[in-house]
Nanobody
Framework: VQLQASGGGLVQAGDSLRLSCTAFGLNRAMGWFRQAPGKEREFVAVISRSGHMTSYSSSVKGRFTISRDNAKGTVELLMNTLKPEDTAVYYC?????????????????????WGKGTLVTVSS
């Protein structure tokens, strides 16, 4: 399983940025996580394999939107109203297969597959 995240960059506070993860053929929940400098990696958002269920961390809820296009094999994270504290390396990850189409795991141990991260830097 190969995951490739892209779309990171340097933006100003209040700007928007869209991250994309290529995960063709993965019929499982997909998540985004991030790791800020000097901090542990944390959950950001997850979308079920059907695309009908999502979950967000409290710090990004209302600002970030996760979506997927199974036909194209992509998962995206639209980040609006970015803040300096959103600065981090962002990772996409694929969860263990689960029979529930609404499965949306938030813990990192539920994700065996990880892509290389993409750096997002938000200046104040």
């Amino acid at each position: 399983v190969q995951l490739q995240a892209s779309g990171g960059g340097l933006v100003q506070a209040g700007d928007s940025l869209r991250l994309s993860c290529t995960a063709f053929g993965l019929n499982r929940a997909m998540g985004w996580f991030r790791q800020a400098p000097g901090k542990e990696r944390e959950f950001v958002a997850v979308i079920s394999r059907s695309g009908h269920m999502t979950s967000y961390s409290s710090s990004v809820k209302g600002r970030f939107t996760i979506s997927r296009d199974n036909a194209k094999g992509t998962v995206e994270l639209l980040m609006n109203t970015l803040k300096p504290e959103d600065t981090a390396v962002y990772y996409c990850a694929a969860a263990y297969a689960n029979p529930s189409s609404g499965y949306v795991p938030v813990q990192q141990v539920s994700y065996p597959y990880w892509g290389k991260g993409t750096l997002v830097t938000v200046s104040s």
